[in-house]
């Protein structure tokens, strides 16, 4: 199962204000909806990225009516719990809310301290495109710094341009074969530039300009150069889904809230299995699990 299971991202101002993120209200969950958390079933400890993992049962643990203790992420267990990073890089709706550096270092060693073993970045997570690689050069940073820094795993994103610092700033590239592959290279850079970056995402595929086969075949060039171990994609629905997984191996799929009910029925509709409980529906299609949170 390459899947991304339900993982929990949670934002880092919560963590910055201190609460140890399996204790933050389920209010504030982004891809398991807001039924309360029960105490987290046991699991295995995690162990280095460079040594054999401890086997898990097969059975993932959960919380009660609620996400599982841990997950299946590309090759790799993990902790249910992560850090999602936009807040460190974006300057809306005031450019006195980004954190300075320093601060945002804390914060992500924060998390790390409460468990989380997965870090959420995007190459585009930054002020405008002056910024562009910003957080993924900071989160590099924080993880190779921290004690448990070689148990921890990130997924970027790319395909996104920033024309302005507004929230309404965002906009898909042309997502053509070289921008794909130059915006990989850059983001392999900024995350350290040796290891291959974990997961790659598609932030968000322009198929009126490149046909999303064509942007992942980019991808696909990078993960056989050693750049990229696992790729995926996010808001796609079930058709782009396909043509992407004629192009790759799809390790995750990551939607918004208003598209992740449509694309888990579409997916049960071709056999797709529901995994979790009903309030917290994700489903597992053709081996990827699709899940929701904000991208």
Not at 90 to 114: C, F, G, N, W
Not at 270 to 275: I, L, Y
Request: charged share 20%; with cysteine; proline share 8%.
């Amino acid at each position: 199962d390459h899947g991304l299971a339900a993982v929990r991202t949670v934002t880092s101002e919560w963590v910055a204000a201190g609460v140890r993120a399996k204790q933050l209200p389920d209010s504030h969950t982004h891809l398991w909806g807001d039924a309360p958390l029960a105490q987290s079933a046991a699991a295995p400890p995690p162990v280095a990225a460079n040594q054999g993992e401890a086997p898990r049962p097969s059975a993932r643990p959960s919380h009660a009516g609620g996400p599982p203790a841990w997950v299946r992420l590309g090759d790799r267990n993990v902790d249910a719990y992560g850090i999602g990073t936009l807040p460190l890089g974006v300057t809306y709706p005031d450019k006195a809310q980004r954190p300075s550096r320093e601060e945002a270092m804390r914060i992500v060693h924060a998390a790390l301290d409460a468990g989380a073993e997965l870090v959420d970045v995007a190459d585009s997570y930054c002020e405008d495109q002056r910024d562009f690689g910003y957080v993924e050069r900071l989160v590099s940073e924080a993880v190779r710094t921290h004690p448990s820094g070689s148990m921890v795993v990130v997924a970027t994103k790319g395909g996104m341009r920033r024309l302005g610092p507004e929230s309404s700033g965002w906009r898909p590239s042309s997502c053509d074969y070289n921008s794909i592959y130059k915006a990989i290279r850059a983001s392999w850079e900024a995350l350290g530039g040796s290891a291959p970056i974990f997961l790659w995402q598609l932030h968000h595929p322009n198929e009126k300009a490149t046909p999303i086969a064509e942007s992942l075949r980019a991808a696909r060039k990078a993960q056989e150069e050693g750049l990229v171990t696992h790729i995926g994609v996010c808001n796609v629905d079930m058709e782009q889904l396909r043509r992407a997984a004629s192009a790759v191996t799809i390790a995750c799929v990551q939607t918004s809230p208003p598209h992740h009910a449509r694309l888990c029925r579409e997916g049960e509709k071709e056999g797709g299995s529901r995994v979790g409980s009903p309030a917290h529906r994700n489903v597992s299609f053709r081996g990827t699990e699709l899940v929701c949170g904000p991208t």
